[in-house]
């Protein structure tokens, strides 16, 4: 081991230019990949909530309202409103009343966020 060590240490002392290169193209090599790794995160993060973020979980609609004659398992009503979960676009009916279903979605502690 003292051996590889004296020509390891000789080397870089005797080629200085080259150990800086050398050490200089480590640090620029790192660097890119750090900048990369964190640009693939945030891209990544930012391709889900745009993704998934901008659609609703749930979506409250009214009695005539065409995505009614999709109804899934979790279809269920809630007084005069349809909850059909999942994420998909309609096309949208009005719902009456919809005001009083709002302040009661907001009292809801597992609920994050209620959007009319």
Do not use: C, Y
Request: charged share 20%.
């Amino acid at each position: 081991m003292r051996f590889e060590l004296k020509v390891a240490l000789r080397f870089l002392r005797e080629g200085r230019g080259q150990t800086i290169f050398i050490l200089l193209g480590i640090a620029i090599g790192v660097a890119v990949q750090v900048f990369l790794g964190t640009l693939i995160n945030g891209l990544q993060r930012d391709l889900i909530n745009t993704t998934v973020g901008s659609s609703p979980h749930l979506i409250f609609s009214g009695e005539d309202s065409p995505a009614l004659n999709f109804r899934p398992a979790a279809d269920r009503r809630i007084g005069a409103a349809a909850v059909v979960e999942g994420n998909f676009r309609q096309e949208d009916a009005t719902l009456k009343e919809w005001r009083p279903l709002v302040d009661q979605l907001d009292r809801e502690p597992a609920l994050t966020a209620v959007s009319p």
